[in-house]
């Protein structure tokens, strides 16, 4: 693999945002978490619980937030993409071509007449790119309807807001972390989380493989589908018809 770059998520119904929240928060509150430090899957050196919660407590922890947002029905998506490969959207760069994979999947889920989407996102994946060109990016690839997007799926443009702030971001952080960890190969920490994980993932035709994780370009990593996260080895291509066998070996 070349360099990995990934983009994630989840989505939830409206009804169960503000409870989820809460619910997320007591959890931190128990688990001793000063008021406003967020969680990520790999917290780097400013964040308390780098030092404050480790080893089976960590897991732990993932664990019980991660089955509250799967209570509440959040269905989960991933794009993973090696960047050494050509771009799967009419994107200028590597990152708008993940989020643009991750809007599709967004705006699939979503309802029209009246548009019924809202994303919230925590910042442009280098960390670096201002907001307001991060977000006309976004808004400029829904209005062209790039590839798979629609306009009319969602209520508004994409809006961003610092993680530290809401606690569903940080799951969100939690889901794309993990996962990108785990097709990038790491095999310690990422794959019991991977577990609790996959009954979120959303699935069509009874696959994860290429809705609720897409690894890109599937051509060279369909067998990880299988491989990671237990789809069967057959690579579906709806728009075809076919159905090819995925490579066996690992």
């Known amino acids: 693999m070349n360099r990995l770059m990934a983009a994630g998520g989840f989505c939830l119904s409206e009804s169960k945002v503000g409870r989820l929240e809460r619910a997320i928060d007591s959890v931190c509150q128990m688990y001793g978490f000063p008021r406003r430090q967020e969680f990520k899957w790999s917290p780097g050196h400013e964040l308390w619980m780098r030092k404050n919660l480790v080893g089976d407590r960590r897991f732990k922890f993932f664990q019980e937030t991660l089955e509250l947002a799967r209570d509440a029905g959040a269905q989960a998506f991933v794009i993973v993409k090696d960047c050494g490969y050509a771009r799967a959207t009419k994107a200028n760069t590597d990152e708008a071509d993940v989020v643009n994979m991750c809007l599709e999947r967004v705006c699939n889920q979503c309802g029209r007449n009246p548009p019924d989407g809202l994303v919230i996102t925590d910042r442009s994946l280098d960390g670096h790119s201002p907001d307001d060109k991060f977000l006309g990016q976004c808004l400029e690839s829904l209005e062209a309807q790039i590839g798979f997007l629609r306009a009319d799926a969602l209520c508004l443009n994409v809006l961003s807001t ?89």
Request: net charge positive.
């Open 162 to 250: 610092p993680s530290k702030f809401i606690r569903l971001l940080q799951i969100a952080d939690l889901i794309t972390g993990a996962t990108l960890a785990r097709v990038g190969g790491e095999s310690t920490y990422s794959p019991p989380i991977i577990d609790v994980i996959k009954p979120m993932y959303r699935r069509s035709l009874g696959r994860i493989g290429g809705y609720g994780v897409k690894i890109h370009p599937d051509y060279r990593y369909a067998n990880l589908y299988h491989w990671l996260f237990s789809d069967v080895p057959r690579l579906l291509r709806r728009q075809t018809g076919a159905a090819n066998q995925m490579p066996q070996s690992k």
